[in-house]
């Protein structure tokens, strides 16, 4: 079995991480959050990449009602 293990504990590394993920949601979600990483761990298991994390999310009320639109409209297209 081989095991990767990769675990973001220093501040400048979390605010590295949550930039990118601010940036993974803006483009996906075209929604622009606020984001506080608390803890992100990586575990690379046999091919396979396991991500844990803790995070608080903030989003503004109106874009996760254009959110759920959205998601409404990808799940009646299924």
């Known amino acids: 079995m081989d ?3 990769l675990n973001l504990g220093s501040k400048l590394m979390k605010k590295i991480a949550a930039k990118l993920i601010i940036k993974f949601i803006k483009k ?3 929604v622009n959050p606020e984001l506080e990483l608390d803890q992100l761990e990586i575990k690379y298991v046999d091919g396979d990449a396991v991500l844990r994390t803790s995070l608080e999310l903030r989003v503004d009320k ?3 009602k254009k959110l759920l639109r959205k998601l409404e409209d990808e799940i009646d297209d299924i």
């Open 3 to 5: 095991l990767f293990k």
């Open 28 to 30: 996906h979600f075209e």
């Open 62 to 64: 109106k874009e996760v």
